[in-house]
């Protein structure tokens, strides 16, 4: 059967999912595309595929089929794909010895990107900070191109974070444009185990979490740019952190 009311429940409750608030009561968001649905399947976050009446996707979950007209309903985008999926929220909550640590990034754009080039360079852990967009924001979503669900992603406070890496003895590096050291300088045994702070659009790290560093790094440039966009700042720094030789 095809649900084209768009005053039907389910399709209220794929509406809903649009607000973090929502996102958050019930642990579950929404996937636009055949891409992002097959990376959920994949690493066993799909609950529902939502298909227009005349698509097929073959996958072992249940299927609801819906009009385009609802389609567009649920969708966050102007021309929506006639495809989509509802997924659980991850709950890994492993932490690797390779892990990124976000103070505040706020633009969604920033945070897919990261993710995208995180997952690049080997890193194993996301660290979510207070302040940062939310990862379920469809942008962000979309930006990841599907791979926020090859790495663990955990939001969790920095202050707290801290005193659990130095417990576990993994040496912490914040990004730091005075004062700091070159990236490209770091010895191969900091590369292997490491927590990299990298900070907010405007402000850059909180000096408090620099203070807590064990050692402030910096990508070097001519002086004719004073910083860069902190999508392309994490990139290059772990490109370096898994450079060899």
Do not use: W
């Not at 495809?83 to 990034?105: A, F, P, Q, Y």
């Not at 955990?154 to 050291?181: C, H, M, N, Q, W």
């Not at 927590?195 to 402030?216: F, H, T």
Request: with cysteine.
């Amino acid at each position: 059967m095809t649900i084209k009311s768009l005053d039907n429940a389910k399709v209220k409750y794929y509406r809903s999912l649009q607000q973090k608030k929502y996102r958050d009561e019930n642990n579950e968001f929404l996937v636009e595309g055949r891409h992002l649905v097959l990376e959920a399947y994949k690493h066993g976050f799909l609950k529902e595929i939502i298909l227009c009446e005349e698509e097929l996707m073959p996958l072992d979950v249940p299927k609801t089929v819906v009009s385009y007209e609802v389609i567009k309903r649920i969708s966050t985008v102007d021309t929506p794909q006639k495809v989509m999926g509802l997924c659980r929220k991850m709950d890994d909550t492993t932490i690797g010895s390779r892990i990124l640590v976000l103070d505040e990034i706020q633009d969604p754009g920033n945070l897919g990107t990261i993710i995208r080039s995180a997952v690049a360079f080997d890193i194993d852990t996301i660290i979510l900070g207070d302040g940062c967009v939310d990862l379920y924001n469809p942008k962000v979503i979309r930006s990841t191109q599907g791979m926020l669900f090859h790495v663990p992603i955990i939001s969790f406070p920095i202050d707290k974070l801290i005193p659990i890496l130095k417990g576990l003895e993994i040496p912490i590096f914040a990004t730091r444009v005075e004062y700091g050291v070159e990236v490209e300088t770091l010895k191969e045994e900091e590369k292997e185990r490491f927590a990299l702070i990298m900070g907010n659009e405007g402000n850059g790290v909180n000096p408090k979490y620099l203070e807590k560093s064990d050692k402030n790094i910096y990508i070097p440039m001519n002086g004719e740019v004073e910083s860069l966009n902190v999508a392309i700042a994490t990139s290059i720094i772990l490109y370096e952190m898994r450079r060899r030789g």
